[in-house]
């Protein structure tokens, strides 16, 4: 039977990104591009957001693809973030139809129409992109935020840094180890809202939260996360470059109710595992973890 650690490294491993998902990203960022450019003035274009610090996990939706906009668009810098959104809302309708284009606040997201199957695999296709105009503001980028009706500030580079800080400093786990709290947090057994919203703040709560360095176990380290971010739901979480708004502003305090008390059963449902684990019943607790987890955690 599979050991409770070669358990997490395969879950691990599937919930990494592989050359196939890289391609198909690629090959749907070009299409994207191709397409925009009839249609607006783009310097340049870029894949962006956890699918590139690689602490997006499976299956891969909504990657962020920053478009950023030449100087004879910039009027719509000085229009409601709504305008832009709209208009990129509108081209992309033309092209993908209706029901696959979607006005999100900071983005316009476009569905694929792939199908994911019952073990969370699509074959190795992303799911969906989130279409970003964006405008350079010196080393920073602007982009709409139609929720505040501002334009906010914001600097992947400075996000990605802290991530491979992160990484490396916790013998290089601390990705995978966000990557399977943000697919619990994506588990449809929690309904419709994920726990945690944006599920970006689970990362950027585990900047500071994975501390101490990598102890050597999966479940050790999942457990103690699961407590710690339960405990911490409830502080004020700013973007980690310190230039858009707090990453914690997504959750309003029922919300965060909510989201505290189902942070606070998963810290309970992996001491329970822990100690399938240490009386050597290893089949319930491989049954444990998929439990919480979700079907790519493996029971073989
Ligand atoms: N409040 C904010 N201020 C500044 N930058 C932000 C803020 N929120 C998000 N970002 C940046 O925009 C990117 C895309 O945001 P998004 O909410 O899609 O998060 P994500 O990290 O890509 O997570 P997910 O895996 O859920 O897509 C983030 O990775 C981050 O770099
Ligand atoms: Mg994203």
């Given at each position: 039977m599979l050991t409770i650690d070669e358990a997490f490294r395969k879950f691990k491993s599937r919930l990494e990104l592989n050359d196939k998902e890289q391609a198909n990203a690629s090959a749907r960022q070009q299409e994207v591009r191709d397409y925009l450019d009839t249609k607006f003035s783009i310097d340049n274009s870029f894949l962006t957001g956890s699918y590139k610090r690689h602490t997006k996990t499976k299956?891969?939706?909504?990657i962020d693809i920053f478009f950023v906009l030449r100087d004879s668009e910039r009027h719509y810098r000085g229009k409601a973030p709504s305008v832009v959104i709209k208009d990129f809302y509108d081209a992309l309708v033309d092209k993908y139809g209706k029901d696959a284009v979607r006005k999100q606040s900071r983005s316009v997201n476009i569905d694929f129409g792939v199908v994911i199957d019952a073990?969370?695999?699509?074959?190795?296709?992303?799911v969906s992109v989130d279409v970003v105009p964006a405008f350079t503001a010196g080393d920073d980028y602007e982009i709409p935020d139609t929720d505040s009706s501002t334009w906010i500030k914001t600097n992947p580079k400075i996000h990605a840094d802290k991530a491979v800080a992160a990484h490396q400093a916790f013998s290089n786990e601390w990705k995978g180890l966000v990557r399977m709290v943000k697919y619990w947090n994506n588990n449809p057994k929690h309904g419709v809202?994920?726990?945690?919203?944006?599920?970006f703040l689970i990362e950027v709560m585990a900047l500071e939260?994975?501390?101490?360095?990598?102890?050597?176990?999966f479940d050790r380290e999942l457990q103690a996360l699961y407590a710690t971010l339960a405990d911490r739901i409830f502080d004020t979480w700013p973007d980690p470059a310190g230039l858009?708004?707090?990453?914690?502003?997504?959750?309003d305090n029922a919300r965060k109710l909510r989201a505290r008390d189902l942070l606070t059963a998963a810290a309970r449902e992996a001491s329970i595992a822990i100690d399938h684990t240490r009386k050597g019943r290893n089949g319930d607790a491989l049954k444990a973890w998929r439990a919480l987890f979700g079907p790519k955690f493996p029971l073989s």
């Open positions: 299956p891969l939706k909504d073990e969370d695999n699509t074959d190795y296709r992303i809202d994920k726990p945690v919203k944006p599920s939260c994975l501390y101490g360095g990598w102890q050597g176990q858009g708004p707090p990453i914690s502003n997504g959750m």
